[in-house]
Protein backbone atom coordinates (compact mmCIF):
# COMPACT_ATOMS: atom_id res chain seq x y z
CA UNK A 1 0.00 0.00 0.00
CA UNK A 2 1.52 3.82 -1.07
CA UNK A 3 2.05 5.59 1.83
CA UNK A 4 1.42 9.56 1.52
CA UNK A 5 2.99 12.74 3.37
CA UNK A 6 0.78 15.60 2.65
CA UNK A 7 2.01 19.28 2.64
CA UNK A 8 -0.15 22.28 2.10
CA UNK A 9 1.00 25.92 2.23
CA UNK A 10 -1.52 28.91 2.76
CA UNK A 11 -0.30 32.41 1.98
CA UNK A 12 -1.31 34.37 5.32
CA UNK A 13 -1.47 33.02 8.79
CA UNK A 14 -4.83 34.20 8.80
CA UNK A 15 -5.74 31.80 6.05
CA UNK A 16 -4.13 29.27 8.55
CA UNK A 17 -6.41 29.96 10.93
CA UNK A 18 -9.38 30.26 8.89
CA UNK A 19 -8.74 27.42 7.16
CA UNK A 20 -9.50 29.30 4.33
CA UNK A 21 -8.04 27.72 1.67
CA UNK A 22 -6.69 24.45 3.26
CA UNK A 23 -9.60 22.85 3.66
CA UNK A 24 -9.60 22.85 -0.12
CA UNK A 25 -6.48 21.54 -0.37
CA UNK A 26 -7.16 18.74 2.08
CA UNK A 27 -10.18 17.67 0.69
CA UNK A 28 -8.11 17.39 -3.28
CA UNK A 29 -5.38 15.09 -1.25
CA UNK A 30 -7.89 13.23 0.32
CA UNK A 31 -9.58 12.12 -2.50
CA UNK A 32 -6.68 11.17 -4.43
CA UNK A 33 -5.35 9.17 -1.91
CA UNK A 34 -8.71 7.15 -1.27
CA UNK A 35 -7.69 4.40 0.65
CA UNK A 36 -4.07 4.72 0.78
CA UNK A 37 -2.96 6.29 4.49
CA UNK A 38 -1.41 9.73 4.45
CA UNK A 39 1.03 9.13 7.46
CA UNK A 40 1.80 12.80 8.18
CA UNK A 41 0.40 16.14 7.11
CA UNK A 42 2.61 19.14 7.30
CA UNK A 43 1.28 22.72 6.89
CA UNK A 44 3.14 25.87 5.78
CA UNK A 45 2.03 29.91 5.99
CA UNK A 46 4.68 31.43 3.52
CA UNK A 47 3.81 33.32 0.26
CA UNK A 48 4.29 31.34 -2.79
CA UNK A 49 7.25 33.95 -3.89
CA UNK A 50 8.90 32.75 -1.40
CA UNK A 51 11.94 29.56 -1.85
CA UNK A 52 12.33 29.51 1.74
CA UNK A 53 10.30 26.63 3.16
CA UNK A 54 11.38 24.89 6.38
CA UNK A 55 8.27 23.04 6.90
CA UNK A 56 8.85 21.71 3.33
CA UNK A 57 12.11 20.83 4.37
CA UNK A 58 10.53 18.97 7.35
CA UNK A 59 7.77 17.01 4.87
CA UNK A 60 10.66 16.14 2.61
CA UNK A 61 12.63 14.57 4.98
CA UNK A 62 9.93 12.94 6.81
CA UNK A 63 8.87 11.50 3.32
CA UNK A 64 11.95 9.98 2.73
CA UNK A 65 12.66 8.49 5.98
CA UNK A 66 8.91 6.92 6.05
CA UNK A 67 9.52 5.43 2.22
CA UNK A 68 6.54 7.37 1.39
CA UNK A 69 5.49 9.64 -1.90
CA UNK A 70 4.82 13.53 -0.82
CA UNK A 71 1.63 14.82 -1.91
CA UNK A 72 0.69 18.68 -2.96
CA UNK A 73 -3.16 19.66 -3.92
CA UNK A 74 -1.91 21.67 -6.85
CA UNK A 75 1.03 22.88 -8.10
CA UNK A 76 0.96 26.47 -7.44
CA UNK A 77 0.86 25.09 -3.25
CA UNK A 78 4.59 24.14 -4.61
CA UNK A 79 6.01 27.16 -5.52
CA UNK A 80 5.68 29.58 -8.97
CA UNK A 81 9.12 29.63 -10.04
CA UNK A 82 10.88 26.93 -12.66
CA UNK A 83 14.19 26.69 -10.01
CA UNK A 84 12.21 25.54 -7.08
CA UNK A 85 10.53 22.82 -9.23
CA UNK A 86 13.71 21.33 -10.55
CA UNK A 87 14.91 21.61 -7.20
CA UNK A 88 12.58 19.66 -5.98
CA UNK A 89 13.03 16.94 -8.57
CA UNK A 90 16.47 16.61 -8.20
CA UNK A 91 16.28 16.06 -4.23
CA UNK A 92 15.26 12.81 -4.93
CA UNK A 93 12.42 12.20 -2.79
CA UNK A 94 8.88 11.13 -5.09
CA UNK A 95 6.12 14.36 -4.92
CA UNK A 96 2.64 14.17 -7.07
CA UNK A 97 0.14 16.64 -7.54
CA UNK A 98 -3.33 15.86 -6.69
CA UNK A 99 -5.04 17.49 -9.40
CA UNK A 100 -2.51 16.39 -12.17
CA UNK A 101 -1.12 13.22 -10.95
CA UNK A 102 0.21 11.93 -14.09
CA UNK A 103 1.98 15.10 -14.96
CA UNK A 104 5.78 13.82 -15.55
CA UNK A 105 8.78 16.00 -15.20
CA UNK A 106 8.70 17.16 -18.43
CA UNK A 107 5.61 18.52 -17.65
CA UNK A 108 6.32 20.05 -13.90
CA UNK A 109 8.28 22.35 -15.26
CA UNK A 110 6.51 23.46 -18.54
CA UNK A 111 3.57 24.48 -15.59
CA UNK A 112 6.25 26.11 -13.42
CA UNK A 113 7.15 28.25 -16.53
CA UNK A 114 3.56 29.28 -17.76
CA UNK A 115 3.05 29.66 -13.90
CA UNK A 116 6.31 32.07 -13.23
CA UNK A 117 5.53 33.87 -16.42
CA UNK A 118 1.97 34.93 -15.03
CA UNK A 119 3.07 35.59 -11.91
CA UNK A 120 5.13 38.37 -13.20
CA UNK A 121 2.83 39.68 -15.49
CA UNK A 122 0.19 39.72 -13.09
CA UNK A 123 2.63 41.41 -10.54
CA UNK A 124 3.29 44.05 -12.45
CA UNK A 125 -0.16 44.45 -13.88
CA UNK A 126 -0.83 44.74 -10.21
CA UNK A 127 1.95 47.45 -9.34
CA UNK A 128 1.09 49.79 -12.27
CA UNK A 129 -2.63 49.80 -11.21
CA UNK A 130 -1.97 50.50 -7.77
CA UNK A 131 0.22 53.23 -8.64
CA UNK A 132 -2.47 54.41 -10.94
CA UNK A 133 -4.64 54.79 -8.32
CA UNK A 134 -2.82 55.83 -5.71
CA UNK A 135 -1.86 58.87 -8.19
CA UNK A 136 -5.58 59.62 -7.98
CA UNK A 137 -5.88 59.79 -4.62
CA UNK A 138 -6.82 56.70 -3.37
CA UNK A 139 -6.02 55.97 -0.07
CA UNK A 140 -4.67 52.38 -0.10
CA UNK A 141 -4.36 51.15 3.76
CA UNK A 142 -7.03 51.83 6.24
CA UNK A 143 -6.68 50.82 10.38
CA UNK A 144 -8.17 47.73 12.08
CA UNK A 145 -12.21 47.36 11.83
CA UNK A 146 -13.34 47.28 15.30
CA UNK A 147 -14.60 43.87 16.14
CA UNK A 148 -17.87 42.48 16.01
CA UNK A 149 -20.87 42.11 13.91
CA UNK A 150 -23.57 44.55 13.23
CA UNK A 151 -27.11 43.12 13.74
CA UNK A 152 -29.69 45.26 11.54
CA UNK A 153 -29.73 45.07 8.25
CA UNK A 154 -29.61 48.64 7.82
CA UNK A 155 -26.11 48.68 9.88
CA UNK A 156 -24.84 45.91 7.37
CA UNK A 157 -25.65 48.02 3.95
CA UNK A 158 -23.68 51.14 5.94
CA UNK A 159 -21.15 49.11 6.77
CA UNK A 160 -20.56 47.13 3.28
CA UNK A 161 -20.72 50.40 2.03
CA UNK A 162 -17.71 51.99 4.37
CA UNK A 163 -15.75 49.05 2.85
CA UNK A 164 -16.98 49.75 -0.75
CA UNK A 165 -15.63 53.23 -0.24
CA UNK A 166 -12.04 52.12 0.18
CA UNK A 167 -12.44 49.19 -1.60
CA UNK A 168 -14.11 49.38 -4.87
CA UNK A 169 -11.17 52.25 -6.11
CA UNK A 170 -9.08 49.33 -5.52
CA UNK A 171 -11.19 46.50 -6.96
CA UNK A 172 -11.89 48.69 -10.21
CA UNK A 173 -8.11 49.43 -11.01
CA UNK A 174 -7.05 45.71 -10.44
CA UNK A 175 -9.77 44.42 -12.57
CA UNK A 176 -9.29 46.56 -15.29
CA UNK A 177 -5.83 45.72 -15.36
CA UNK A 178 -6.63 42.26 -15.95
CA UNK A 179 -5.92 40.84 -12.29
CA UNK A 180 -8.36 37.55 -11.37
CA UNK A 181 -10.46 37.73 -8.42
CA UNK A 182 -8.23 36.00 -6.04
CA UNK A 183 -5.71 38.52 -7.19
CA UNK A 184 -7.74 41.22 -5.68
CA UNK A 185 -8.47 39.92 -2.80
CA UNK A 186 -4.61 39.11 -2.21
CA UNK A 187 -3.87 42.73 -2.80
CA UNK A 188 -6.82 44.30 -0.35
CA UNK A 189 -5.66 41.95 2.35
CA UNK A 190 -1.83 43.64 1.98
CA UNK A 191 -3.42 46.57 2.13
CA UNK A 192 -5.08 46.23 5.20
CA UNK A 193 -8.58 47.37 3.84
CA UNK A 194 -11.13 44.71 5.50
CA UNK A 195 -13.54 42.69 4.06
CA UNK A 196 -17.73 43.76 4.81
CA UNK A 197 -17.42 40.56 7.23
CA UNK A 198 -14.58 42.10 8.97
CA UNK A 199 -12.18 39.49 8.03
CA UNK A 200 -9.77 38.53 5.28
CA UNK A 201 -10.59 38.67 1.70
CA UNK A 202 -11.33 36.25 -1.02
CA UNK A 203 -12.22 35.50 -4.90
CA UNK A 204 -15.88 35.00 -3.64
CA UNK A 205 -16.08 38.05 -0.96
CA UNK A 206 -14.59 40.23 -3.77
CA UNK A 207 -17.23 39.31 -6.40
CA UNK A 208 -19.86 39.83 -3.95
CA UNK A 209 -19.14 43.22 -3.16
CA UNK A 210 -18.66 44.04 -6.60
CA UNK A 211 -22.28 42.23 -6.78
CA UNK A 212 -23.44 44.33 -4.15
CA UNK A 213 -22.33 47.40 -5.82
CA UNK A 214 -23.84 46.92 -9.29
CA UNK A 215 -20.83 46.55 -11.09
Keep these: MTKYVAYYRVSTKRQGQSGLGLEAQQALVSDF????????EFIE??????????????????AKQSDAILVVAKQDRLARKVLFIAQLIESG????????????KF??????????????KIS???????????????KLGCPNPRAGGL???AARREKTQRVAAKAMPII?????AGASLRAVAS?????????????????????????????
Excluded at 45 to 62: F, H, I, K, Q, W
Excluded at 93 to 104: E, K, Q, S, T, Y
Excluded at 124 to 138: F, I, M, N, S
Design 33 to 40: AKDNPIIA
Design 45 to 62: VESGRNDTRPVMAEALAY
Design 93 to 104: VPFVIADNPHAD
Design 107 to 120: RLHIEACINEDEAE
Design 124 to 138: KRTKDALAAAKARGV
Design 151 to 153: ASG
Design 172 to 176: TALRD
Design 187 to 215: KLNEAGIPSAMGGAWHATSVRNLITAMGN
